[in-house]
């Protein structure tokens, strides 16, 4: 079965440079959320999206935004990187709750990581 | 708001023993718990999941979890430890729908032979 797919699943940059990590969730799936795990840390959710609108919004710095196209895949823009961003950036899928569809999966896939490294 | 509190960030256990990881949550509305594994470097991989119906819900490689509202727990039990069950395990809460998970710190599961 296909699953989440992220790229690139590593990258390396520089403090003070921009990153653009990609999602593309699970075919049918319309719901995106963005997790951030810092080493040895439990995930912490960022920012989610439904049909290509914004759903949820945790803790996500101002530098950070994100997006969810046409296509439902998902981007995640990160600039002035600070040694602090390096992280495994998790993104996850789910079939989104819509009103009288009784289609609620209620269980969010996740991607396998993009590990960044801020240097 | 919602929390979960996993009981003990490192359990070690011999090959074929009982496994148990344990898992509190607290929610003002009725919980989604979720058991997620991750091994070294890779992604969370679901194991089970509670909504509603069953308290006891089966997951893959053996795994199975009860519900127990008056407890507010939800604990990761397998009956006999396999060497490839050596990884992380996070249990994790929503509130359903397309929310956000709420994860526990983390529980480091080793099995020694």
Known sequence: AAGVIQSPRHLIKEKRETATLKCYPIPRHDTVYWYQQGPGQDPQFLISFYEKMQSDKGSIPDRFSAQQFSDYHSELNMSSLELGDSALYFCASSLGARLGSGGATDTQYFGPGTRLTVL | ?113
């Open chain 2, 1 to 113: 708001a919602q929390s979960v509190t996993q009981l003990g960030s490192h359990v070690s256990v011999s090959e074929g023993a009982l496994v148990l990881l344990r898992c509190n949550y607290s929610s003002s509305v009725p919980p989604y718990l979720f058991w997620y594994v991750q091994y070294p470097n890779q992604g969370l991989q679901l194991l089970l999941k509670y909504t509603t119906g069953a308290t006891l819900v089966k997951g893959i490689n053996g795994f199975e979890a009860e519900f127990k509202k008056s407890e507010t727990s939800f604990h990761l039990t397998k009956p006999s430890a396999h060497m490839s069950d050596a990884a992380e395990y996070f249990c994790a809460v929503s509130s359903g729908g397309y929310n956000k998970l709420i994860f526990g710190a983390g529980t480091r599961l080793a099995v020694h032979p």
